[in-house]
């Protein structure tokens, strides 16, 4: 069983820079693909970003592409969401996913943590 537990989230400035931390508790942590997504209030859950469990690869939403990076630790049993140039659209609560897929879509993620709130105030 893994367990992700997200933490980082706060109130940021837009044009400012925030970083989300999830860490996963689990003994394969190193070979699950890790994602992470999002919800804003009265919207769908949508994908942010996505990387490999080798960390050789990642993938982004086109909304982010560019301002945030993802990236992780895997000695460190880390995955991390480095928001740079936030805008007050991005406010929302931000989930860290787990799965054995590497892509965009909610189905293909098998762990979820709570959701860290992430507040961009213009």
């Known amino acids: 069983q893994v367990q992700l537990i997200e933490s980082g989230g706060g109130l940021v400035q837009a044009g400012g820079s925030l970083r989300l931390s999830c860490a996963p508790s689990?003994?394969?942590?190193?070979?699950?693909?890790m994602g992470w997504f999002r919800q804003a209030p009265g919207k769908e859950r949508e994908f942010v970003a996505a990387i490999i469990w080798s960390g050789d690869s990642t993938y982004y939403a086109d909304s982010v592409k560019g301002r945030f990076t993802i990236s992780r630790d895997n000695g460190k049993n880390s995955v991390y969401l480095q928001m740079s140039s936030p805008k007050p659209e991005d406010t929302a609560t931000y989930f860290c996913a787990a799965g054995s897929r590497f892509g965009r879509h909610i189905y293909e993620y098998t762990y979820w943590g709570q959701g860290t709130q992430v507040t961009v105030s213009s």
């Open positions: 689990g003994r394969t942590f190193n070979l699950y693909n």
